[in-house]
């Protein structure tokens, strides 16, 4: 285990490595820069301002820079938020993101699962097409709809709940709400199909041979191992929902890192696309590690090597 640990956590300091060295020579093939759009300065203010960030050297030389920095944890200043670390902007919002991805990947679990099991133990019945039509629909509803419509109905007519920020737990749940259909109902169908999967094998059927119930074969012997795409799934999702928030962030005014990553590519800001996409790729890379540990876990019988 401690062998597969360090050998998976090598592979991925060296994936964040080459992540991070597409990002920087893709973002500066890209024509023109942060200083660009900067009408209102002059021609040698602008040249003044590359010049104080490096911008008038060779691309290599800069990449080296950059890259030796980061292996020292700095990741630089925002050419944007003049004066400011590009870490301490990711880490004062990262907080906020963290807490509202978690909180729907939690419901996301304690619906999605047991909704997945029920669905499968009623297959073709009125409970699992009921299921499999509420579940199509918040796959394919985008996010920012199901933020509209929730700020719309429970916000501006029923005035039920704060429609900004976060200053209440009240105003968590409508957030929280749009973030976790998408992966609820995603889930659900994996756990269904999954289920239905495993009840088909032979093991499954030798339970039921031998007169358990169906209830009992489905939840004490199927799903040990039925669950094991959706610990997959888990990892990368909660990943995806930390950065990958912006457009919910956006419409409830939550100063999350979601907003951050986008403008920052919309605004040109090197350094803030580059410790975003780092932070990103830690994120993805450190949930698979975890996955792929907690399947030995699970499962005693799944061999690491």
Not at 87 to 101: E, M, N, R
Not at 159 to 165: D, K, M
């Amino acid at each position: 285990m401690l062998r597969y640990t360090l050998k998976r956590v090598g592979m991925g300091l060296l994936s964040i490595f080459i992540v991070a060295t597409l990002t920087f020579f893709l973002m500066n093939l890209v024509p023109g820069g942060p200083f660009v759009a900067e009408k209102s300065i002059s021609k040698e203010a602008q040249a003044a301002l590359e010049a104080k960030f490096d911008l008038d050297k060779p691309i290599m030389q800069r990449y080296v820079k950059y890259m030796t920095n980061l292996a020292k944890g700095d990741m630089g200043i925002s050419l944007k938020q003049r004066g400011r670390d590009v870490s301490d902007i990711i880490f004062s919002k990262f907080p906020v993101s963290a807490k509202l991805a978690g909180i729907a990947v939690l419901i996301a679990l304690l619906l999605g699962i047991p909704l997945g099991c029920l669905s499968a133990y009623n297959r073709g019945r009125l409970a699992d097409n009921t299921i499999i039509v509420f579940t199509t629909c918040g796959i394919a509803i985008p996010s920012f709809i199901s933020s509209v419509l929730l700020l719309y109905l429970l916000g501006a007519k029923l005035n039920l709940l704060p429609t900004i920020g976060l200053a209440s737990a009240e105003a968590y749940i409508m957030p929280v709400t749009a973030l976790a259909i998408y992966p609820t109902a995603y889930i659900t169908r994996l756990m269904r199909s999954s289920l239905l999967d495993v009840m088909g094998q032979d093991y499954i059927r030798t339970a039921r041979a031998k007169g358990l119930s169906n209830f009992k074969t489905i939840f004490k012997h199927a799903l040990r191992n039925a669950i094991l795409p959706v610990v997959t799934y888990v990892g990368p999702m909660l990943a995806g929902l930390m950065t990958g928030s912006f457009v919910v962030e956006k419409i409830f005014t939550i100063p999350g890192l979601g907003r951050e990553f986008v403008s920052s590519i919309v605004n040109r800001d090197y350094t803030m696309v580059m410790g975003t996409t780092i932070i990103l790729a830690t994120l993805v890379i450190a949930a698979n590690v975890i996955v792929d540990i907690l399947y030995k876990v699970i499962d005693p019988r799944i061999n690491l090597s």
